[in-house]
């Protein structure tokens, strides 16, 4: 079965930068067909989508909180797709997941255009 594993996370300062990593396993279709997506859930809050890349690594989306700070990026060779977190805020504390979404394109952060999650990496900002 598909698996993406999430690495990365950890305690850093206000102020600071993180860079997450999604490593993915056994597509059953080539990696690169599919958009691949970044969120994350705060304690007592609702999943919200973060970011979003298409399959080519073009177009690209992010919520509004975290634009000018936060960067996807993917490499289709290695499977994995990447978050640079810089100026990194206490909001932003949560765990992040990696979700692979049905198709080639991002436009929605709807929780059923995604059909597999990793198991979260947790990030913590704080000082």
């Known amino acids: 079965q598909l698996q993406l594993v999430e690495s990365g996370g950890g305690l850093v300062q206000p102020g600071g930068s993180l860079r997450l990593s999604c490593v993915g396993s056994r597509f059953t279709l080539d990696y690169y067909y599919y958009a691949m997506g970044w969120f994350r859930q705060a304690p007592g809050k609702e999943r919200e989508g973060v970011a979003c890349?298409?399959?080519?690594?073009?177009?690209?989306m992010y919520v509004d909180s975290v634009k000018g700070r936060f960067t996807i990026s993917r490499d289709n060779a290695k499977k994995t797709v990447y978050l640079q977190m810089n100026n990194l805020k206490p909001e932003d504390t949560a765990v992040y997941y990696c979700?692979?979404?049905?198709?080639?394109?991002?436009?929605?952060?709807?929780?059923?255009?995604?059909?597999?999650w990793g198991q979260g990496t947790q990030v913590t900002v704080s000082s």
């Open positions: 979700a692979k979404r049905r198709g080639p394109l991002c436009s929605t952060f709807a929780y059923n255009a995604y059909d597999y």
């Open positions: 890349i298409s399959n080519s690594g073009g177009p690209t």
